[in-house]
């Protein structure tokens, strides 16, 4: 059974910076396509980031462009969400997802096929 399982949320003030985990583990795991998305209270879960491990394209929302950086490890099956310069509108419940195959719309959350259960993150004013 795959499982992603995200790491790293917490409390921080704003201009703070926090790095986000996501480990994937399963047999039947195999993804080209990673991403992060984020949810706050009372919002519809927004893409922030994604990474195509052929290639190494990444891809940013234009709200985080300049502070957050994805990257990752194909080999351990592991992604990251470098966040710098926070800001209180950061504050969510961030999720990682991959998708199996490839897609040209990497920003579109019905593209992945695995979840992660979400991490918070609380950016404080």
């Known amino acids: 059974q795959v499982q992603l399982v995200e790491s790293g949320g917490g409390l921080v003030q704003a201009g703070g910076s926090l790095r986000l985990s996501c480990a994937a583990s399963g047999r039947a795991f195999s993804a080209n396509v990673m991403g992060w998305f984020r949810q706050a209270p009372g919002k519809e879960r927004e893409f922030v980031a994604s990474?195509?491990?052929?290639?190494?394209?990444?891809y940013y929302a234009e709200s985080v462009k300049g502070r957050f950086t994805i990257s990752g490890d194909n080999g351990k099956n592991t992604w990251w969400l470098q966040m710098s310069s926070l800001k209180p509108e950061d504050t969510a419940v961030y999720y990682c997802?991959?998708?199996?195959?490839?897609?040209?719309?990497?920003?579109?959350?019905?593209?992945?096929?695995?979840w992660g259960q979400g991490t918070q993150v609380t950016v404080s004013s």
């Open positions: 997802a991959a998708v199996r195959g490839l897609t040209r719309w990497p920003h579109r959350g019905s593209e992945y096929d695995y």
């Open positions: 990474i195509t491990w052929s290639g190494g394209s990444a």
